[in-house]
């Protein structure tokens, strides 16, 4: 995988990152996304694919991206599919901060240190090309107000920002709640990205904790053929 386009993971935190504040919204639901966001990356490179619920490893082939290949060794030693709310519920400890130190590094935020009360360290993250920003939301902006299908990376995007709750991040307000209905509908264009929002969904509603051995239906608008396609589709890079 080159690295002339950013990755699901990078633009989701992009999203989140509050460009007055430099703290990320949703915190903590946003680490869930960002291994959800993981795993549809991986998809489109044509690594894994959905089996059910499951994720199954098709080309463990690395991608070239070291986080992303770290996700995949993970996924390729568990020898079997793995349930999509399992994985996402996993211990993702420093997941958010891995991101953003490779965010400062490649030069899209710079990191502001700073303190709290006076005396504990804080580190703030502002945007420095304002540009990529309004890139990335303009293409979900073009997806909710044209009608016109988007392409599956935007889908995928669209679906994980609503499934980790910044919907009301990037539109706030009575003003912005036609368009938050429209962002959680662009689910369905993607069924990957389907599939792993709905699993965010679950691990943040304890419904993996509930049900260990429930098998969950596809998310609507996900056909019953779409795992065998897509795993047909990926063996096949």
Known sequence: MGR??????????????????????????????????????LALAGRIAPDGD?????????????TLDS???LLRRRGSPVRAVHWIGGPRLGLRQTYL?????????????????GVLPTT??????????REIRARL??????????????????????AVGLGKHLYPGNEGRSCRSRLR???????????????VMDVQNGVAARRPQA???????????TRHSAMARAAAH
């Open 185 to 199: 509908d662009l689910i369905r264009h993607d069924p990957m990205g389907g599939l792993v929002a709905h699993a």
């Open 124 to 133: 703030r993250y502002q945007a420095v090309d304002s540009d990529i920003s």
């Open 4 to 41: 002339s386009r950013r990755t699901i993971p990078e633009e989701l935190l992009l999203l989140a990152l509050d460009p007055t504040t430099g703290t990320t919204a949703q915190p903590q639901s946003l680490d869930l996304g960002l291994a959800g966001a993981q795993l549809v990356e």
């Open 101 to 117: 130190s490779h965010l400062e590094r490649c030069g899209m935020v710079h990191a502001v240190a700073g303190q709290m009360c």
């Open 215 to 225: 098998v969950r239906s596809a998310p609507a608008g996900i056909p019953a053929q």
């Open 141 to 162: 902006d073009s997806a909710i107000r044209t009608g016109v299908p988007p392409d599956p990376r935007t889908a995928a995007l669209a679906a994980l920002a609503h």
């Open 71 to 73: 996700a995949l060794e």
């Open 54 to 66: 499951r994720i199954a490893v098709v080309l463990p082939r690395p991608t070239g991206d070291p």
